[in-house]
């Protein structure tokens, strides 16, 4: 390295010299010149050094000794030995110290050692901190940290007088009050006054070393910050607006109702019963039931009523509202109907999920004239699912009394797949298609014989993989049916299901693709040596006579 990289400015170095008047000193890089490093020594003397006979001492006193942090003295003075000082500077290689007794120094750094924490880290505002001193009447005191000056940490005791102490006879008892007992959790006092002691109230603030207290009776009281201990939740934390709560009292006339949770004051929990009523109640006298109507019953799921009335008991109805502590339900038959949540049960699925729009769905209803029959789904209103059956007509209909039948028409049915109609009517029953597109809740089908028709999606079903994955143009095939049965050809073209072969004498013909056989054109693994067989194909005096194989040979 360069000398300005190893001994850069305000660095420490030590002379390692033959020079016995230098050898040993330590001094302060002050800069470099002619090859030579500039140092002032711990005297105050400035000496030129060459790098070759220095060599570095660790940290620069700003680094070892940041301002504010405390040091402690490390001299053969015994006046100074021992003491411990806050750092306030850094100057002509002297660390600057104001110590506790608010006296200043300057000792070179190499005679001093970090003592750890700053004041500001180890004693921060607000935070609590107990004396230990040889003076009786202060030890033991606890304060709240108010500041820091001239090297003491400025406390406010908990009968609310002030004192500053150094730092090094203080030590910390824990959390701040605002962090111990935040504002609005509650604390239990724990007191050696018996008309306050295990009383429990909410936390509204903290002053002068006390914390603020509304207790459950309404009063106000203020008690030191280490008479108290947290008592848990607060009331917003354990009943959240919305929520329902049951009372636990010994007031029968309560006891066991549940309301929902309005708010809270004055360290009560508020609640509006399922009659409609509205009480204040301490806390520790309630208990969670769950979740709120809102999370067990959202807007627009459906809901079963369990109630001892006869006449709304197992009814279903959709969920349209909340409102003091009852859920409002519209019913089936389109009535509303305002029920407490805890007579209620949800019955899942909401009918735009069960349902979505464009799904096909099959009543199931105790009415003959609609049941069985299918439909498309149209939307959903009023808590019934709109459906337009296969005859074109829509109805309205409950969920309970629908089932899924599977894909929507437009998914089962893809524009350009092919697909056979399974139909009562016998004109077109068993006829082949390709879909041609979906209006109206139907599937247009172009047949093969060119007619184009409209049919509802469950009387079709997809046709088996095209021919066109069996055969290709040029293959040799044979006819198996008809009036050119055992007429051997070659494929021309593949359209619409049927191949169009041209017979060896020049006929073209077009044939439905299960008519056609490719021809064999590895014979050898086909046909076992020995077998019986029939000629069906090929146009000479051998076609249907019976023969045994005695060889096989390419296709042949």
Same mark, same amino acid.
């Given at each position: ?28 890089v ?21 790098s070759?006979? *220095? ?7 700003g @680094?070892?000794?940041? %301002? ?7 001299s ?18 002297? %660390?600057? *110290? ?32 107990? /004396? ?14 108010i500041? !820091? ?15 500053? /102490? ?14 111990a ?18 009383? =429990?109230g ?44 049951? /009372? ?5 006339? /309560?006891?066991? @109702? =549940? ?15 399922l ?16 979740k ?55 019955t ?8 979505p729009?464009?799904?096909?769905v ?15 789904v ?66 247009? =089908? ?54 169009? =072969? ?10 439905? !693709? ?14 076992e ?25 390419r296709?042949?």
């Amino acid at each position: 390295k360069t000398a300005g990289q190893a001994f850069p400015v305000s660095s420490y170095a030590e002379i390692v010299s033959e020079n016995p008047e230098i050898n040993g000193q330590v001094g302060r890089v002050i800069g470099k010149s002619r090859g030579r490093v500039g140092l002032r020594l711990l005297d105050g003397s400035k000496v030129g050094i060459p790098s070759d006979q *220095l060599h570095p001492t660790g940290k620069t006193a700003g @680094q070892a000794f940041p %301002v504010s942090s405390y040091a402690e003295i490390v001299s053969e003075n015994p006046e100074i030995n021992g003491q411990v000082g806050r750092v306030i500077g850094e100057s002509r290689g002297r %660390v600057g *110290l104001r110590l506790l007794d608010g006296s200043k120094v300057g000792i070179p750094a190499d005679q001093l050692r970090p003592t750890g924490k700053t004041a500001g880290q180890a004693f921060p505002i607000s935070s609590y901190a107990e /004396i230990v001193s040889e003076n009786t009447e202060i030890n033991g005191k606890v304060g709240r940290v108010i500041g !820091e000056s001239r090297g003491r940490i400025g406390l406010r005791l908990l009968d609310g007088s002030k004192i500053g /102490i150094p730092a090094d006879q203080l030590r910390p008892t824990g959390k701040a009050a605002g962090q111990a007992f935040p504002v609005s959790s509650y604390a239990e006092i724990v007191s050696e006054n018996p008309e306050i002691n295990g009383q =429990v109230g909410r936390v509204i603030g903290e002053s002068r070393g006390r914390v603020g207290l509304r207790l459950l009776d309404g009063s106000k009281v203020g008690i030191p910050a280490d008479q108290l201990r947290p008592a848990g939740k607060t009331a917003g934390q354990k009943f959240p607006l919305s929520s329902y709560a049951e /009372i636990v009292s010994e007031n029968t006339e /309560i006891n066991g @109702q =549940v309301g929902r949770v309005i708010g809270e004051s004055r360290g009560r929990v508020g609640l509006r019963l399922l009659d409609g009523s509205k009480v204040g109640i301490p806390p520790e006298q309630l208990r969670a039931t769950g979740k709120s109507a809102k999370q067990s019953f959202p807007m627009a799921s459906y809901a079963e009523i369990v109630s001892e009335n006869t006449e709304i008991n197992g009814k279903v109805g959709r969920v349209i509202g909340e409102s003091r502590g009852r859920v409002g339900l519209r019913l089936l038959d389109g009535s509303k109907i305002g029920i407490p949540a805890d007579q209620l049960r949800a019955t899942g699925k909401t009918p735009k999920q069960e349902f979505p729009a464009a799904s096909y769905v099959e009543v199931v209803s105790e009415n003959t004239d609609i049941n069985g029959k299918v439909g498309r789904v149209l939307g959903e209103s009023r808590g019934r699912v709109g459906v337009r059956l296969l005859d074109g007509s829509k109805i309205g209909v409950p969920a309970g009394q629908l089932r899924a039948t599977g894909k929507a028409a437009d998914q089962q049915f893809t524009v350009g797949a092919g697909v056979v109609v399974v139909s009562e009517n016998p004109d077109i029953n068993g006829q082949v298609g390709t879909v041609r597109g979906k209006s109206r809740g139907r599937i247009g =089908v172009e047949l093969r014989t060119g007619q184009v028709i409209g049919v509802p999606g469950e009387q079709l079903k997809l046709e088996e993989p095209h021919a066109v994955a069996k055969f290709k143009v040029g293959d040799r095939v044979c006819i198996l049916e008809g009036e050119h049965n055992g007429k051997i050809g070659s494929v021309t073209g593949i359209t619409r299901g049927r191949i169009g =072969v041209s017979l060896l004498d020049g006929t073209q013909i077009g044939v439905p !693709e299960h008519q056609v056989r490719a021809e064999d054109k590895n014979a050898e693994q086909s046909f076992e040596i020995g077998a019986d067989v029939q000629v069906v194909c090929g146009e000479s005096e051998y076609n249907g006579m019976v023969g045994r194989v005695v060889s096989a040979m390419r296709n042949r």
